[in-house]
């Protein structure tokens, strides 16, 4: 997961590039803003899995972060962090849309466990998203062969209504030219197996 | 949404019950009173969510929590903390605790937090949709192929032996022979 940390403070952020960012698996991504609105600024042209951002900065706050994330990028999630028993903030927070929210004194072990949780989500909705198009494609792919097979079939079986009809009339020993014959043969042979495929199917 | 409330203290049992009841009035709201109780109705009902305290009398939350995680795949739980304890809060969010509320409790913080589990179990519930339906698709296309496969052969293999026949036929064949010749062919002439 790439994650954005935005805080105004250099100590909390120092924590989560130093400290964090060891605890998580290697393949996530620890990067930083100082305010709100370079957070923005970055959002604009990186894609991001998760922000974490303060709610209270000078300047644009977490909830304008939030506000933006949620317009905009539609499948980044935001954990705010939010004051010491701020049940009020915490409640905002979620209620515009936040994933999740840690108090300060953020602990990191707790804050790993709710991205976790976070991953645990983003994958799943990866995986939903993934079946969902694999079962477009080949939904195409096998119309694509049925069409196929039915166009083969439909021509064979004009060929064979072709036959019967230059054959068509009463049953009699008048024998049949040979170049009538030819005409007939002519229509069926390109759908016969080549020697070569000869029991091979 | 199928809730079990667990807390060993009545007064939040009730705010559970008439705060859930309230704002989510679609949800079925079970209450146990113990963590025997709550394992008890785990092992008969199928829960969503088990909402359950952290410390109880003999069985704790966490042991709640092991008890869901051992009986179903699909309930998710949500810790309730009295004493702000982060360790054990981290330690029931590894054993797969989904998420932690602090009492006192907030009832809009939690419906916002059970709504996250709700929107996370409907993600679930959809891959699995989807995946369904990829299988279910393919595999009926899949048969459908192999039909129209078998049918492409079977009058392939007919015209080839109708061919066969017609050239040892040769020159001296008579209409009737002709049409005695095509006749295996008859099953495939379309309408």
């Known amino acids: 997961m790439k994650i954005l940390c935005v805080d ?64 905009k990028c539609s499948s980044c999630e935001v954990i705010i962090v939010t004051g010491y028993g701020s049940i009020d903030s915490a409640y905002i927070a979620m209620k515009q849309g936040a994933r999740d929210y840690i108090e300060k004194p953020v602990k990191l072990m707790l804050l790993v466990e709710k991205l976790n949780n976070l991953r645990d989500y983003s994958r799943i909705v990866k995986e939903g998203e993934e079946f969902r198009l694999a079962k477009d494609a080949s939904e195409i792919q096998s119309n694509r062969e049925i069409m196929l097979l039915e166009e083969r079939i439909r021509l064979m079986q004009a060929a064979i209504n072709e036959a019967f009809t230059l054959t068509a009339g009463k049953p009699d020993d ?15 042979k390109p759908f016969c197996w080549q020697e070569r495929e000869e029991g091979g199917e | 949404m199928k809730i079990l409330c667990v807390d060993d203290d009545e007064i939040f049992r009730e705010i559970y019950r008439v705060g859930l009841e309230e704002n989510l009035p679609d949800a079925e709201i079970s209450i146990a009173a113990s963590g025997e109780e709550a394992m008890e109705l785990i092992d008969d009902g199928d829960f969503d969510v088990v909402l359950t305290d952290l410390q109880m009398g003999e069985v704790s939350g966490l042991d709640v929590l092991r008890h869901v995680k051992r009986m179903s795949l699909t309930t998710e739980v949500l810790i309730v903390t009295g004493v702000p304890s982060i360790d054990s809060v981290i330690e029931s969010m590894k054993l797969g605790g989904r998420d932690y509320i602090e009492k006192p409790i907030s009832i809009p913080l939690l419906i916002e937090k059970l709504e996250r589990i709700r929107s996370y179990r409907r993600k679930v519930a959809e891959a699995e949709r989807y995946r369904l339906e990829k299988e279910n698709m393919e595999m009926a296309a899949g048969l459908k192929i192999h039909q129209l496969e078998y049918l492409a052969q079977e009058i392939k293999t007919s015209i080839t032996e109708v061919c066969r026949k017609l050239s040892v036929a040769g020159k001296e064949v008579s209409r009737r022979g002709v049409q005695q010749i095509l006749a295996s062919l008859k099953p495939f002439s379309s309408k």
């Open chain 1, 8 to 71: 105004d403070e250099k100590t909390i952020r120092t924590l989560y590039l130093e400290m964090l960012e060891k605890m998580l698996p290697p393949e996530d991504r620890i990067e930083l803003a100082v305010s709100g609105e370079e957070a923005i600024e970055r959002l604009q042209h990186e894609v991001f899995d998760v922000v974490i951002t303060d709610l209270q900065m000078t300047g644009l706050s977490g909830l304008d972060v939030l506000a933006y994330v949620r317009e």
């Open chain 1, 174 to 188: 008048e024998l049949v030219s040979a170049a009538h014959l030819q005409h007939i043969t002519g229509l069926l």
